[in-house]
């Protein structure tokens, strides 16, 4: 119902900048909660940020300051732009969506990841 492709992955030096972009297809789209979670080897996945209906945004701990999620709603897409890139940054990035078309019923999709390296 819900499909989400990532793109803007690949290698960056530490310090430098990557933006990924995320395209949804499906309905509902303006409604929905995006987001960006990401996971590294050995590691739990984490939120990095998100971005409801609203415009209001969330982000994790690590990426605050440092990272900016936005939302084109026209375009049907949400990026995620990335600032002082540290190693620790390196994850497989994938792309979310929550719908919640009634108060008791939630809907999650998920992108198939994108591949982030940051070398130091």
């Known amino acids: 119902q819900v499909q989400l492709v990532e793109s803007g992955g690949g290698l960056v030096q530490a310090g430098g900048s990557l933006r990924l972009s995320c395209a949804a297809s499906?309905?509902?789209?303006?409604?929905?909660?995006m987001g960006w979670y990401r996971q590294a080897p050995g590691k739990q996945r984490e939120l990095v940020a998100a971005?409801?209906?609203?415009?209001?945004?969330n982000y994790g701990d690590s990426v605050k300051g440092r990272f900016t999620i936005s939302r084109d709603n026209a375009k049907r897409t949400v990026d995620l732009q990335m600032n002082s890139l540290k190693f620790e940054d390196t994850a497989v990035y994938y792309c979310?969506?929550?719908?919640?078309?009634?108060?008791?019923?939630?809907?999650?999709?998920w992108g198939q990841g994108i591949q982030v390296t940051v070398s130091s």
């Open positions: 499906g309905r509902g789209f303006a409604g929905n909660t």
């Open positions: 971005i409801d209906s609203g415009f209001s945004t």
């Open positions: 979310n969506a929550e719908a919640y078309p009634t108060v008791e019923r939630k809907y999650v999709y």
